[in-house]
């Protein structure tokens, strides 16, 4: 066996990473035609209550902005359908899909109006995602260092001006109550967007000693009137008049700018929120987002539900329900996602 240090060792050793890097985009070129071919089911269609309002203007819509992109597909589409099947006024959801190119939107759009041909709905292309992932840090799990992962960053940009107001949803999650509940969240005068906020959470976690040693960024909370506590971006009520007046897309860009300099935070896409709105969003019910059902960002181990009533299940974390399912190792709040599950499985198209 040669050495690493000798000359055939060298080579050995760098024959074995080209190997290894071949094997691993081999893998991930596989996995992405695998989730291009996924097939789904069309979804039932879904009426108005005789007390909805006739959708002739902005103001009796719900809209709903959501990522949209080949890997999480899956998820996307049964968030959908739950948004859908549990809201009393269907009919009046517009949807906003964000994605990473143009290149992907021609399938995305076939894949939604198929399963959905009743949906309203439009898919906005990132139009400048290299300058976007120039902006990301690496973190602690490489499916956080996604561009997509940043596209709430930039919803007041991507989506047309005449929007006032609109819910952001993960694409890991879905719903079981109406999403109009959600959407009538009203916001405080000083609050650009509101979320269910967890105090509890040991906030200084989410930042590095790097961070709290600085005497000009530690004082980024220190004001009395801001109390800062934790929040999970992936269920948010955005005012978009307000995050463009204040022009928060460049006050998040600029704390990602500082993460590339000096490392402050480790957690992808949530520091930046945090540093810029912890302590000035208005309170949503914690049943809005009964979140880490994916366990954390290492193993994605199981979880139970926090205490008390629940409106919305949300599988972050590392763990997603599509993918335990499959493995035929689910976790026991799983079987709460499958019902929403639109994927056409070779058995139901034989049916």
Not at 61 to 88: K, N, P
Not at 203 to 230: D, E, H, I, M, Q
Not at 259 to 273: A, T, V
Request: proline fraction near 7%.
């Amino acid at each position: 066996m040669p050495k690493l240090g000798s000359s055939r060792g060298r080579i050995l050793l760098l024959l074995l990473l080209i190997f290894f890097s071949l094997f691993t985009q081999n893998v991930a070129t596989a996995t992405s035609k695998t989730n291009s071919n996924l097939s789904f089911k069309e979804a039932p269609k879904f009426y108005n209550s005789p007390s909805c309002s006739a959708i002739n203007s902005l103001k009796n819509a719900v809209h709903v902005a959501m990522t949209l992109d080949i890997a999480y597909l899956r998820g996307s589409m049964a968030a959908i359908l739950s948004v859908l099947q549990h809201s009393s006024c269907p009919e009046n959801i517009i949807f906003h899909f964000v994605a990473s190119s143009s290149a992907e939107t021609t399938h995305l759009n076939l894949t939604i109006a198929k399963s959905f041909p009743y949906l309203h709905f439009t898919i906005y292309p990132i139009q400048d995602i290299a300058a976007v992932a120039g902006l990301i840090s690496t973190s602690i799990r490489s499916a956080l260092d996604c561009p997509l992962n940043y596209a709430r960053n930039y919803l007041a940009d991507l989506l047309p001006q005449y929007l006032h107001k609109v819910v952001y949803l993960d694409s890991d999650l879905v719903l079981v109550d109406d999403i109009g509940k959600l959407a009538a969240t009203p916001l405080t005068e000083d609050s650009v967007l509101a979320a269910p906020e967890y105090c509890n959470a040991n906030f200084t976690t989410y930042f590095t000693p790097t961070f709290w040693s600085n005497p000009s960024l530690s004082l980024t909370f220190a004001n009395r009137n801001r109390k800062p506590c934790y929040f999970n971006t992936g269920v948010m009520v955005i005012d978009l008049d307000r995050w463009r007046a204040g022009d928060y897309t460049t006050k998040i860009v600029e704390w990602m700018e500082l993460q590339k300099r000096m490392r402050i935070y480790e957690l992808g896409s949530l520091p930046p929120f945090l540093l810029v709105f912890a302590g000035n969003i208005a309170p949503v019910d914690h049943r809005w987002n009964q979140h880490g059902l994916g366990g954390d960002n290492f193993r994605g181990l199981c979880r139970d539900l926090h205490p008390g009533p629940v409106s919305l299940l949300h599988w972050s974390g590392k763990g997603k329900p599509w993918v335990r399912l499959d493995s035929n190792y689910p976790c026991p709040l799983d079987a709460l996602w499958a019902p929403y599950d639109l994927l056409q499985t070779p058995y139901t198209l034989e049916s």
